[in-house]
């Protein structure tokens, strides 16, 4: 299986005015191919403290093992070359057993970092839109130079610095 860049995102919600757009929107993204919810983790803290947790994932059992066993292999190689490639990947799989990428720590992370009557979201996107891009440049013979994302205040930064120089 092939897997396109990744992109990791992390909302605060101060207003939890969900009506299911956010998710109506990513089923449309998956279902036209753009984009994949390897994992997506929102937690929700009452005004008592109290925890509601959601957790949604694209993935079948069989992708996200592969998932986890490619990003352990990855992680393995650059931590010990060939032997930690082969090790990394049976730990990549083994975590990623239960179809998640974000666990129990990631819960308490989140539940510290919001106020009471919050909700934070993480999700782990995959952009399927970029494979075919990602294989052209492959094909030609080119190379990433940088990959950034330009955020509309990065535009905003980028004009006053131009004016305040």
Known sequence: MT?????MLVV?????KFKGDILAELKRLNDE???????LLVVRKEQDGELTVLQISDLDKDEALEFGAVIG????LGADGDEGMNVGAVRGAEALEDGHMFGQDEVW??????PA??????ALLEHRW???LRDAIEDAGGAVLADEWVHPADLVAIGHAATHT
Do not use: H, K
């Open 130 to 132: 970029a494979i075919p």
């Open 12 to 16: 605060e919600f101060t207003d939890g």
């Open 117 to 122: 009557g919050g909700t934070a979201g993480v």
């Open 73 to 76: 292999a990855l992680i393995g």
């Open 33 to 39: 191919d753009i984009v994949r919810l390897v994992d």
């Open 109 to 114: 992370y989140l539940a510290d970092a919001i």
């Open 3 to 7: 897997f396109g860049p990744m992109q």
